[in-house]
């Protein structure tokens, strides 16, 4: 024997270790690597796509608060444009309402004068019928045209 210890079946076991390990390498290690190389790629394509889709979503995210923003200024601006809008509309109909009582108001000073004027015409009519009658009793006698009308003339100028 040998005082080392080698023998034959000791070289024979290292033989079949060396060509388990070739073997192994070849059919088994390849394949396998090519598993884990493959769930590597779908790991880092997944965390690729989570990334994105943080992007994404912070991206749609601002947008929307822009949408909402952008919302909120059309809103108070159409709400600006009917306060403008009513106020115009309530103006307008003030300044008609005003115009309409000017119109009326005249039409009715027109109608209280045009008045004025026939209650002034039919009083001076009565005034110089009372004033004649007044006369005529006074005087106890019938006065003709002409003295008629100087009396009436004088009453009326007095009036």
């Given at each position: ?41 779908k790991i880092a394509d ?20 822009e949408l909402l923003r ?90």
């Amino acid at each position: 024997m040998n005082p080392v210890g080698i023998n034959g079946t000791l070289i024979v076991q290292l033989v079949t270790f060396v060509i388990l390990v070739a073997l192994l390498y070849k059919y088994m290690y390849g394949p396998l690597r090519k598993v884990m190389d493959d769930r590597r790629a779908k790991i880092a394509d997944g965390l690729a796509a989570a990334e994105r889709g943080k992007e994404e979503m912070a991206l749609a995210q601002k947008r929307a608060t822009e949408l909402l923003r952008e919302a909120k200024d059309k809103a108070a601006e159409i709400i600006a444009n009917a306060e403008r809008r009513g106020v115009e509309l309530r103006e307008e109909a003030q300044g008609k309402a005003r115009e309409e009582a000017d119109r009326i108001i005249a039409s009715a000073r027109a109608e209280i004068d045009v008045e004025t004027n026939r209650a002034r015409e039919v009083l001076r009519g009565q005034v110089v019928e009372l004033v004649v009658n007044g006369t005529q009793r006074i005087l106890h006698r019938e006065i003709d045209d002409q003295t008629h009308r100087d009396i009436i003339d004088r009453m009326v100028g007095q009036l």
